[in-house]
């Protein structure tokens, strides 16, 4: 077991602020160490529930859940803060002490061509930039943080929907290297033009996703003309309150402007199945994570796309103009 979640920092942090109640979010690869949890709560007298709903990110703290079980703090592991939830919410990053070395030697090849390389990271190995650019510097490379852009804890941290910090720096870099999952990677792809190399610290093994871009934005555009065809439209919103990607009011009305018929929506969670019930929908807008249209599309019985994509659909930005700002 290569995870660390510091928990005599959590408990110093838990005796600082002296909750009597608790709610507690795992990230869903950490679910299974519910059990390890309990009993640092219990010891310091602390009641603790575990919320059995999806964590898929920071911007998701479970403020609505809290709310209801009237607990005192949400306690919030696998990730760093996203932004100031309007509800007393405690970050615990978690480490991943895995050794890096082999999986940085497996990406030299993939770099023989390129000097100045861009870095970003996944929250978990944060603790191992130094020696990372160390190890780069050894081998002749130059390392260039992702800046601290939008919603990032830090310099070359990386979340899925957070790219303006890669954008930053794309004149100054040769490529991009991604230490995280392909979830990372791809919103990368998408986000600069630059190569992406991704070293998949959970698959053990290194890509150049090179040719995953142009594969995706064909997906998209298809999914942008299909959706020109809708007739009758769902906006959907979540009340995830760090999941608010554009106007809903400003949609309805360009979709009246164009003589489509909207429909609002709001959901918890969006899934296949939820929308399956409303049968009389052509095609969606979700103004929750952008990840959700890009990347499990396929899942989906009806079209879905993006705010920004939606502007494309409605003639307001050209295609070429959202590229430049990145899809993401």
Same mark, same amino acid.
């Given at each position: @077991?290569?995870?660390?979640?510091?928990?005599?920092?959590?408990?110093?942090?838990?005796?600082?602020?002296?909750?009597?109640?608790?709610?507690?979010?795992?990230?869903?690869?950490?679910?299974?160490?519910?059990?390890?949890?309990?009993?640092?709560?219990?010891?310091?007298?602390?009641?603790?529930?575990?919320?059995?709903?999806?964590?898929?990110?920071?911007?998701?703290?479970?403020?609505?859940?809290?709310?209801?079980?009237?607990?005192?703090?949400?306690?919030?592991?696998?990730?760093?803060?996203?932004?100031?939830?309007?509800?007393?919410?405690?970050?615990?990053? &978690?480490?991943?002490?895995? *050794?890096?070395?082999?999986?940085?030697?497996?990406?030299?090849?993939?770099?023989?061509?390129?000097?100045?390389?861009?870095?970003?990271?996944?929250?978990?190995?944060?603790?191992?930039?130094?020696?990372?650019?160390?190890?780069?510097?050894?081998?002749?490379?130059?390392? @260039?943080?992702?800046?601290?852009?939008?919603?990032?804890?830090?310099?070359?941290?990386?979340?899925?929907?957070?790219?303006?910090?890669?954008?930053?720096?794309?004149?100054?870099? *040769?490529?991009?290297?991604?230490?995280?999952?392909?979830?990372?990677? @791809?919103?990368?792809?998408?986000?600069? *033009?630059?190569?992406?190399?991704?070293?998949? &610290?959970?698959?053990?093994?290194?890509?150049?996703?090179?040719?995953?871009?142009?594969?995706?934005?064909?997906?998209?555009?298809?999914?942008?003309?299909?959706?020109?065809?809708?007739?009758?439209?769902?906006?959907?919103?979540?009340?995830?309150?760090?999941?608010?990607?554009?106007?809903?009011?400003?949609?309805? *009305?360009?979709?009246?402007?164009?003589?489509?018929?909207?429909?609002?929506?709001?959901?918890?969670?969006?899934?296949?199945?939820?929308?399956?019930?409303?049968?009389?929908?052509?095609?969606?807008?979700?103004?929750?994570?952008?990840?959700?249209?890009?990347?499990?599309?396929?899942?989906?019985?009806?079209?879905?796309?993006?705010?920004?994509?939606?502007?494309?659909?409605?003639?307001?930005?050209?295609?070429?103009? @959202?590229?430049?700002?990145?899809?993401?």
């Amino acid at each position: @077991m290569t995870l660390n979640f510091e928990t005599d920092q959590l408990i110093k942090e838990l005796k600082k602020r002296k909750p009597k109640k608790v709610l507690v979010q795992l990230a869903e690869g950490i679910k299974q160490n519910a059990t390890e949890f309990a009993p640092i709560f219990d010891e310091l007298g602390i009641e603790a529930i575990f919320s059995g709903e999806t964590e898929w990110g920071a911007c998701a703290p479970a403020i609505q859940e809290a709310e209801a079980l009237g607990v005192d703090l949400i306690v919030h592991f696998g990730h760093a803060e996203f932004f100031k939830a309007p509800f007393p919410v405690l970050y615990v990053e &978690v480490r991943d002490e895995m *050794d890096l070395t082999p999986l940085l030697k497996k990406s030299l090849p993939f770099l023989k061509k390129y000097k100045k390389l861009g870095f970003s990271y996944s929250i978990q190995h944060r603790h191992e930039l130094e020696n990372i650019k160390s190890f780069y510097e050894k081998n002749k490379k130059q390392i @260039m943080l992702s800046k601290k852009l939008g919603h990032v804890a830090y310099e070359g941290h990386i979340v899925g929907c957070q790219y303006a910090g890669l954008k930053s720096i794309e004149q100054e870099v *040769d490529c991009f290297v991604i230490l995280g999952n392909r979830f990372h990677g @791809m919103g990368a792809v998408l986000s600069v *033009d630059k190569p992406v190399i991704l070293i998949d &610290v959970y698959n053990d093994e290194v890509k150049d996703l090179s040719g995953l871009r142009n594969r995706i934005l064909k997906q998209r555009m298809a999914s942008i003309e299909k959706f020109r065809e809708a007739k009758n439209v769902g906006i959907i919103v979540e009340i995830k309150p760090g999941q608010k990607f554009g106007s809903p009011k400003y949609l309805i *009305d360009k979709l009246k402007e164009q003589g489509k018929n909207p429909v609002l929506i709001t959901m918890n969670e969006l899934t296949p199945d939820k929308i399956l019930n409303f049968y009389n929908i052509d095609a969606f807008i979700e103004l929750a994570c952008p990840r959700i249209a890009i990347d499990d599309f396929a899942k989906y019985p009806r079209t879905i796309i993006t705010f920004k994509e939606a502007l494309i659909a409605l003639g307001v930005k050209s295609w070429e103009e @959202m590229l430049r700002i990145g899809l993401v």
